[in-house]
């Protein structure tokens, strides 16, 4: 199976961020152990880094994206993208841009722990607890 990881779940494995460290981290074991292969957007890695410098430091913030570059697979945000994300009916602009990166990899699902942010997709849109229990 093939998933876009929303940058949350990605940030609670990350920052160690309770409750959902736990569930998060089995996700990614599982991209680790092949069971699934995880994307990322290209854009989440600013993101990711931009929180991790705010709330660890400068060094935590580097050493998680690289992390990231090491674990998983990235979906390109071009201007096509950017303006299909533009184009879409969702209220959030970067929930848009996920659900229209993981329409153009044709990727399985998109994962996250908000999924009533993303009732206008086209893909599966699954949350941690889902995705765990269709691998096990």
Excluded at 21 to 37: K, P, Y
Excluded at 100 to 119: G, H, N, S, Y
Aim: proline share 4%.
């Amino acid at each position: 199976m093939r998933i876009l990881l929303d940058t949350n779940v990605v940030l609670d494995v990350l920052l160690k961020r309770e409750p959902w460290v736990s569930e998060a981290s089995a996700i990614w074991q599982a991209n680790d152990d092949g069971r699934l292969v995880g994307h990322l957007m290209a854009s989440a890695l600013t993101d990711i880094y931009y929180v991790a410098r705010r709330l660890v430091d400068r060094e935590a913030a580097r050493a998680a994206v690289e992390t990231c570059l090491e674990a998983f697979e990235f979906c390109p945000v071009d201007r096509h993208a950017l303006e299909l994300a533009h184009l879409h009916p969702g209220a959030d602009f970067e929930d848009n841009l996920q659900m229209v990166c993981a329409e153009i990899a044709q990727l399985d699902a998109i994962v996250t722990r908000d999924p009533d942010d993303f009732k206008v997709a086209t893909v599966a849109v699954l949350t941690p607890a889902q995705i765990l229990a269709q691998l096990s």
